[in-house]
């Protein structure tokens, strides 16, 4: 017999893939799409707190990760293919609808999500990346544009090979400057260092740590550096590959609000702030339900705060059933 709240794998065959999923829980639904460099097992924290409050939740490995299927075609990351999971998610669970909750890149498909499949979207939480109304140009040019000949790691993951190669050299080592470099505030993405064009990869430029911080156990470390020596940095990168071709894909619905109700939520120390602040969000998100800042959190903001993002949405999930 399984507890209520008991994690459960499993792999869900859609969308012209296999998705590995953790799921636990049941009731209405929620989907939990992680980012880059992350896995499902990101939300181990969240997945037994919601199921406990009431819901059923699934947290896949996206696709290029972990035990998913990692396509080799750049293409098959597109925001459509990516939606598109979370959508068959919702098939295989036979729900109609659920709750999108998405940090980093994950929380881009949310968004994406929201706007391109309303009518499956119950309500939307984006973490650490808000919604991102459509440029006026294809992100790489507009970043060329601003950034002149400056080192930026979404330009510099744009040449298939170069950047995978960096990141898979040595997958304890970027993990743990990854995930322990970038927590808490520590190393700053956006720095004059960070950007200087010297001839340095992406690894390099990230902070080192002496030890670990108490919210990652080595043994939490050690599974994502199992798994990413395992299945490389390939699938991840693709992603970023896809952010011109996802800006003409969603052309159609550019000028499109959130009319869904939302959420953001934020480390305030998350070094992604400085290049895409929530102020963005401002006017097109139609019933925001809040902008709640972590304070002295970093990135990882749902693995550094699990207590305060599982209240966060919790009481997001529970405003949506009143």
Known sequence: MTGPTEVRERTIATNGVELHVLEAGEGPLVVLAHGFPELGYSWRHQLPAIAAAGHRVLAPDMRGYGRSTRPEATEDYDILNLTGDLIGLMDDAGEEQAVIVGHDWGSIVA?????????????????????????????????????????????????????????????????????????????????????????RGFVERLGDVDELPGWLSQEELDHYVAEFARTGFQGGVSWYRNL??????????????????????????????????????DGWLADHRGTIMVEGAGHWVQQERPQEVNDALISFLDSLET
């Open 111 to 199: 968004w994406s999500t929201a706007v391109l499949a309303p009518e499956r979207v119950l309500g939307v939480v984006g973490m650490s990346v808000p919604f991102l109304p459509r440029g006026p140009m294809p992100p790489t040019q507009l970043m060329r544009m601003v950034l002149g000949d400056s080192f930026f790691y979404i330009l510099y993951f744009q040449e298939p090979g170069v950047a995978e190669a960096d990141l898979g050299r040595d997958a304890a080592v970027t993990m743990r400057r990854m995930l322990a470099g970038l927590g808490s505030g520590n190393g700053d993405a956006a720095s004059a260092s960070a950007m200087a064009n010297d001839g």
């Open 244 to 281: 011109d071709r996802n800006w003409e894909l969603m052309e159609p619905v550019g000028q499109d609000k959130v009319e869904l109700p939302s959420l953001f939520i934020s480390g305030s120390k998350d070094p992604v702030l400085l290049m895409s602040p929530p102020a963005v969000m």
